[in-house]
Each structure stands twice: as C-alpha cells, then as structure tokens.
C-alpha cells in the first residue's frame, strides 16, 4: 500500500513483528518517547496482513519466529514492489557470522542482536527513517522513476525472451509468493513452479530470488 502523507504531518508509523509479547513490551518501552505509532503482530503471516492493508515507515522484525521467521519475511518485504522500500530492522538473539550475513542477504537494513540497547535501537529507527523520508521526498518530486523502472522490468524480460508462463512465476515471485501459492494462483503444481523459478533464474543470469528481487528494483 503506497504512502503519499508528508512526514512531517504524522508520526511515523513502525511495524513491531514478534511473537514474544514481553519482547514486543520492551520495544514499545524503548521507543515509548519518540512519538512513533506502533502496530504490533505476532509472525510473519499477520505482519504481511499488515503491510496489505497499512502504510509503514519501518519494520522492527524478530529473526526467529514459528511459520514465515523474519529472513522470509524481509526477503519478502523487499521483493514486494510497493513494500521494497521500506527499512527493515532484524533483531535476533544469534550472534554468528552466518546470522549476520543471512539477514543482510535478505535484505535488511539493519541486524540487531539481543539483548537491545535502547540508544542502539532509537539511533537506528532514526536513521532509517531518514532514508524512507528521502525516498518519499524522491519520489513526490520524480514521480516518473516508477515509470522508468517499468520500462527497464519490460526491457530486461523482453530480452531474456521470457515464456507468458514464466512472466506470470515471475511476478508472482516478486510478491514473495511460495511455491505453494503460486501452484494454487495459477493452477500447477509446486514442482512445476519450481521448474520454471529455475528457467527464470538460467534466463536472468540470477542465484536466487534474492538476485531477481535485485535485477528489478
């Protein structure tokens, strides 16, 4: 869902996903005296309820949750064409390389490990809202960027020859749809789908979704 108010009118508007409640509480705590309109949800599917439905500014994610855990649901956020840009803050309670790099592979903004410092995490809320209120300000000002980065999608799909099939994978992978879910949307199997996310990724020249979400933004 798209967002034209001005920053400076509203409160910014965060979205806290973690499926512990005292965790939940002590975020709001912490950022209890800046102003900002929290929304809350348990796990990954109830976050993107939120995010189809509400504008954010930033997404306070925990990285270990039951069902879609906080990597999938940033991999998802950011291959989401209107969701992309929106900060996305990690918090875990891994301290392991690996971790580190899987979560800013994903895609996010920024990987904090548990226990939070209070001074920590308002200092990085305010810098990522920073960067959404210079892409807002951008976008206000250059509306046709979208129109540009439409173009440049048509370009690189015309010239990879693309299939109607897997054009239609393809935009449904940048939803960050499961395999499962597109099997149900259009009405093949889960290993058919898998089979054309890998023509896409030989055609595109790309790793991973990661890479596809990367090659169209």
């Known amino acids: 869902m798209g967002r034209t108010l001005s920053p400076q009118t509203a409160p910014a508007r965060l979205l806290v996903v973690d499926d512990d409640p005292v965790a939940q509480a002590l975020v709001r705590a912490m950022l209890a005296a800046d102003g900002y309109e929290l929304s809350f949800a348990t796990d990954g599917e109830q976050a993107l309820e939120h995010l189809a439905t509400s504008a954010f500014d930033v997404v306070i994610c925990d990285a270990m949750m ?3 855990d906080g990597f999938a649901l940033c991999q998802r956020i950011k291959a989401h064409p209107e969701w992309r840009y929106v900060p996305v803050l990690l918090v875990t309670a891994l301290d392991g ?7 800013l592979e994903a895609g996010a ?16 809320v305010r810098v990522a809202l920073r ?4 892409y807002l300000a951008l976008k206000l000002s250059a509306p046709d960027v979208e129109t540009l980065l439409r173009r440049r999608r048509q370009r690189i799909i015309e010239e990879a020859g693309l299939t109607a099939r897997e054009r239609e994978v393809l935009e449904l992978l940048l ?14 199997s889960r ?3 898998k089979f ?5 990724l030989d055609k595109l020249g790309a790793d991973s979704r990661a890479d596809l979400a990367r090659l169209f933004t």
Do not use: C, Y
Request: proline fraction near 4%.
């Open 109 to 124: 903004d920024e990987f904090l490990t548990k226990p939070i410092e209070r001074v920590r995490l308002r200092a990085r």
């Open 196 to 200: 054309h996310q890998s023509n896409l």
């Open 66 to 68: 039951p069902g879609i």
């Open 131 to 134: 960067i959404r209120r210079q």
């Open 97 to 103: 390389d690996d971790d580190m790099v899987r979560g």
């Open 175 to 188: 939803l960050g749809r499961s395999h499962d879910e597109i099997g149900v949307a259009l009405g093949i």
């Open 191 to 193: 290993r058919t789908s």
